[in-house]
């Protein structure tokens, strides 16, 4: 999910009574809960697509829930005893107490890939032990019925702690719900994905009508349905063979999951993805192939 998800969930947390626990507990949560998307510093040597074969991996796995919080829950740890020595530690800040920061960065921690699972993009949970790709398919990646529930929840809780009300319920209640949002999209994909007539078949959620699902079926080899289009109009395997051998292509095709083969406007071929096709941004998910000829693709 995108990082305001990931944050607002952390605040929400917080806001439940957890902060609570010790000093420094709602940077904690908010931070734990964003800190498996270190990754994203790959972009700084990465080139083109390369990413793809990267992220949602190594700091998303096992070792990276035990590890990243105890980075996180140290660093605080240093930085209330540093503020300390200065001075500078403002008065109203609860005792700081690092069992509870690096349990609190933990459970934040663990939340970033439960919510990276539920899209069709992927996360690797299992990594470094597997390179396995596991996928949710339940929610898009931006959910702004998920921003506004937890947005607004966070506000009025914060709003009524400081006006002396009940300012954990409205965090608790949001989260509930939230959960049954997620249960609720999770059926649909699942009765979706049940009745569609290519296995396996991919129900992709909509941007914003959550409800909906654009549907991706097999169709031959090479080809795949997306809501009954057709696309893919080179030979895939073929494609793939001719390439030439580069880090770009070969971390496409280790991401993945609906690859097919497209002609480009010269003749030579495109490499795509059905999950998130769109003919108007080739560059994001997708790799050009100059030197590498279309053979036409016979549907089935």
Not at 259 to 277: C, T
Request: net charge positive; proline share 6%; hydrophobic share 45%.
């Amino acid at each position: 999910m995108d990082n305001l998800t990931h944050s607002l969930v952390g605040a929400l947390l917080g806001q439940a009574g957890l902060k609570k626990k010790t000093g420094l507990a709602m940077p904690a949560l908010i931070i734990g809960a964003n800190l498996p998307d270190v990754d994203a510093a790959c972009f700084l040597w990465l080139e083109g697509v390369e990413h793809l074969g990267f992220r949602r991996g190594i700091t998303h796995g096992p070792p990276a829930w035990v590890l990243l919080p105890l980075v996180l829950a140290g660093g605080l740890w240093a930085f209330d005893r540093w503020q300390a020595k200065r001075g500078t530690r403002p008065e109203g800040r609860l005792p700081v107490h690092f069992g509870w920061l690096y349990a609190l960065a933990f459970l934040a921690c663990l939340t970033h890939p439960a919510l990276d699972w539920l899209n069709v993009y992927g996360i690797r949970l299992l990594e470094p032990f597997s390179s396995r790709w596991f996928y949710g398919d339940t929610l898009f990646i931006i959910d702004v019925w998920l921003w506004m529930l937890m947005g607004f929840a966070t506000w009025f809780s914060l709003r009524r702690e400081k006006r002396g009300g009940e300012w954990k319920r409205p965090a608790r209640i949001a989260l509930v719900v939230a959960l049954g949002y997620i249960g609720v999209n999770g059926a649909i994909s699942s009765a979706t994905s049940a009745m569609a007539s290519g296995q396996p078949a991919i129900a992709s959620p909509s941007p914003l009508m959550s409800w909906k699902r654009e549907v991706i079926e097999p169709h031959g080899r090479g080809q795949w349905l997306i809501n009954g289009t057709k696309v893919g109009d080179c030979a895939l395997a073929a494609a793939i063979a001719g390439r030439s051998v580069n880090s770009q292509t070969d971390a496409f095709l280790f991401w993945s999951r609906a690859p097919f083969a497209e002609r480009a406007p010269d003749g030579s071929v495109i490499l795509r993805d059905a999950r998130f096709y769109d003919p108007r941004a080739r560059d994001r998910f997708s790799v050009a192939l100059p030197d590498v000829k279309c053979e036409e693709l016979t549907s089935p």
